[in-house]
């Protein structure tokens, strides 16, 4: 998924993730404030789910358009 393609997945229903890894963020307060605005604006959506499905698009980005992506590709 590209990020691009995020409001229009956060749109539709929320379907459970699985969440095998715990991770500690600490964002700049302004990235912070517009997570939580992202989530204001999609009720349905934690800002974990914001969160999550930024990182998982950005990774997918870099899998897809860089020499990286032989080591970032899924499976």
């Known amino acids: 998924m590209k990020v691009t393609d995020l409001p229009k997945h956060w749109q539709e ?8 890894h715990d991770y500690n963020l600490r964002l700049p307060l ?9 989530a204001e604006m999609y009720p349905g959506r934690s800002e974990t789910d914001i969160l999550n499905d930024m990182i998982a698009a950005a990774l997918d980005d870099l899998a897809e358009s860089t020499p990286l992506k ?6």
Do not use: F, N, Q
């Open 13 to 20: 229903d929320r379907k459970p993730a699985e969440r095998t």
């Open 30 to 38: 302004e990235d912070a404030a517009r997570v939580a605005a992202l």
């Open 70 to 75: 032989d080591k970032l590709k899924k499976g």
